[in-house]
Nanobody
Framework: QVQLVESGGGLVQAGDSLRLSCKASGHTFSWYAMGWFRQAPGKEREFVAAISWSGSSTHYADSVKGRFTISRDNVNNMAVYLQMNGLKPEDTAIYYC????????????????????WGQGTQVTVSS
């Protein structure tokens, strides 16, 4: 499996943008679908976005659709990104990236179960 390190979080105002990065170690990064999840204070961790191993397929939670974009670089940086535009106070959470347990397997739905490797998380705080 891959080891993951997130970065890019911070304190911003409503309407601002942030770009989260998740860098992977290990030469097998490009084999795995990747996801972003988040956990707000007092709430369970929830799905945000996912991308296939090739980057050709993505899907999003309804709450972020049209505002967030997931992408990946399998060649140079071995990383997955989450571009977050139009941030809202309700986007405040710790954001985690995760790698699918199985290589070359698509992400179906929003469950955390298929994801086997997780980063340590990066805090995003959006003030109103």
């Amino acid at each position: 499996q891959v080891q993951l390190v997130e970065s890019g979080g911070g304190l911003v105002q409503a309407g601002d943008s942030l770009r989260l990065s998740c860098k992977a170690s290990g030469h097998t990064f490009s084999w795995y679908a990747m996801g972003w999840f988040r956990q707000a204070p007092g709430k369970e961790r929830e799905f945000v976005a996912a991308i296939s191993w090739s980057g050709s397929s993505t899907h999003y939670a309804d709450s972020v659709k049209g505002r967030f974009t997931i992408s990946r670089d399998n060649v140079n940086n071995m990383a997955v990104y989450l571009q977050m535009n139009g941030l809202k106070p309700e986007d405040t959470a710790i954001y985690y990236c995760a790698a699918h347990r199985s290589p070359y397997t698509p992400v179906i739905g929003t469950s955390q179960g298929p994801f086997g490797s997780w980063g340590q998380g990066t805090q995003v705080t959006v003030s109103s």
